[in-house]
């Protein structure tokens, strides 16, 4: 990563990352009852909480509303998590003046085209590898794991080992 990328990741306070297709794999299961599920990355999990004790603020939106991502949210300790967005850039701009992160403490993980405006309003803009190639080539870094396959992960140690050189 290049020394301007470094800097952008060693200053972000706020991390706010898309569910469905970053999160997890995308995919939507249902079961006979109708029940959706979804599967996490165990990795990214951990990252996550690591992220929060380092003092990271996490927080989580989808577009989609799905009790197992409330569930996922709570077991992980994070309160900001958001869902049924119609546009998440507006959540990104309450969260980074909650927070007092602004712009350049801002950073979004994101994989689809709803994903772009939100990714437009934050300071380093991050795609999972297997992004729709219009958020690849918006975000500001691309990462080598796909979406639900440590992404959220490797995005994670990005910024923590940025922040503590």
Not at 49 to 69: N, P, T, W
Not at 111 to 137: E, W, Y
Request: aromatic residues 4%; hydrophobic residues 40%.
């Amino acid at each position: 990563m290049n020394q301007d990328l470094n800097n952008r990741a060693a200053g972000i306070r706020l991390i706010i990352i898309d569910v469905d297709g970053v999160l997890t794999d995308g995919k939507i299961y249902l079961d006979h009852q109708g029940e959706e599920l979804k599967s996490f990355h165990i990795r990214d999990g951990s990252a996550l909480i690591r992220a929060r004790k380092e003092g990271v603020k996490v927080a989580l939106v989808s577009g989609r509303k799905s009790d197992s991502v409330v569930r996922r949210a709570r077991e992980l300790g994070i309160t900001d998590c958001y869902q049924g967005l119609a546009d998440k850039a507006l959540v990104v701009e309450d969260l980074m003046a909650r927070y007092s992160c602004g712009k350049e403490g801002t950073a979004y993980l994101g994989d689809d085209i709803p994903d772009l405006p939100a990714m437009r309003k934050v300071g380093f803009s991050i795609a999972v590898a297997d992004a729709h190639p219009d958020v690849l080539a918006a975000a500001d870094y691309r990462t080598g794991n796909r979406g639900g396959s440590g992404a959220v992960m490797e995005t994670i140690e990005l910024i923590l080992r940025a922040r503590k050189r």
